[in-house]
Structure formats: C-alpha cells, structure tokens
C-alpha cells in the first residue's frame, strides 16, 4: 500500500460550511485508516481552528481537531 502525504494549507481560510465540515472529517477519517502522513498549516491554534470549525455546528470543530490530534506523531510547531 502506498502512503500519501496529504498538505492542508492555511485551515483556517476555508468557509465552514456543512458540506466543507463534512468533507474535512471524510478525508481525516481516510489519513487515520490508511495512515498517510498528514501536514496542516494555519495562523490559528487548535482551539481558534476548534472555534473557526465549529461555527455552522459545535460538533465538527470538536471532531476536527480530535481526529488531528489523535493522529500518530504529532507534531506542533508554533512559529510567531
């Protein structure tokens, strides 16, 4: 099996729409079940990524950021 190396740049930039939320957590579940290597960029932290993804329903931006974190090898780089 191949792994991807997936970017998700600037996270925050992206309205979050249901249909956005929707998606976001498909491809997070696709990263977690076949193990590819995931990069996300964003000016936010994880909780305003949090905050950002949970205004159109509460449950997504909690349900983001969990299957991000729960990601083996985790790395945060905090920059500025």
């Not at 249909?19 to 996300?40: G, I, M, N, W």
Request: hydrophobic share 40%; net charge negative; aromatic share 10%.
């Amino acid at each position: 099996k191949s792994r991807w190396l997936i970017v998700l740049d600037e996270a925050e930039k992206v309205r979050p729409t249901e249909f956005a939320s929707e998606k976001l957590c498909e491809l997070l579940d696709a990263v977690y079940t076949h193990r590819h290597q995931l990069v996300v960029t964003s000016n936010f932290n994880a909780n305003d990524l949090r905050e950002h993804w949970s205004r159109y329903n509460p449950v997504y931006g909690a349900s983001i950021i969990r299957r991000v974190m729960e990601l083996d090898g985790l790395i945060q780089v905090e920059m500025f």
